[in-house]
């Protein structure tokens, strides 16, 4: 019912940034809240932020003041903006929408394929 389609990674040096987008399309009758996660190599996957349907948005305490999280309505799409990237940043980054796909099965949550961030020293 929605598929989201992520894209934006890439490398970069410590210090850079790099903007992720995650777009969701399909049948879609409304989207709550949407966020990113990411799971770094021999790590459990960590919430990374969040952001509510009116725009409200909270982040981890790592990323906090660096990342910014946000979203465009009108194409479905969320949005991470990273800046002053460092090596622990490095992770395979999935984002995640909380949608209704289909009035019969309501309120489901869906991911995206990840993406791969990779920052150098």
């Known amino acids: 019912q929605v598929q989201l389609v992520e894209s934006g990674g890439g490398l970069v040096q410590a210090g850079g940034s790099l903007r992720l987008s995650c777009a969701a399309s399909?049948?879609?009758?409304?989207?709550?809240?949407m966020g990113w996660y990411r799971q770094a190599p021999g790590k459990q996957r960590e919430w990374v932020a969040v952001?509510?349907?009116?725009?409200?948005?909270n982040y981890a305490d790592s990323v906090k003041g660096r990342f910014t999280i946000s979203r465009d309505n009108a194409t479905n799409t969320v949005y991470l903006q990273m800046n002053s990237l460092l090596p622990e940043d490095t992770a395979v980054y999935y984002c995640n929408v909380n949608a209704v796909g289909s009035i019969s099965t309501g309120v489901l949550p869906y991911w995206g394929q990840g993406t791969q961030v990779t920052v150098s020293s």
């Open positions: 399909g049948s879609i009758f409304s989207i709550n809240v």
């Open positions: 952001i509510s349907s009116g725009g409200s948005t």
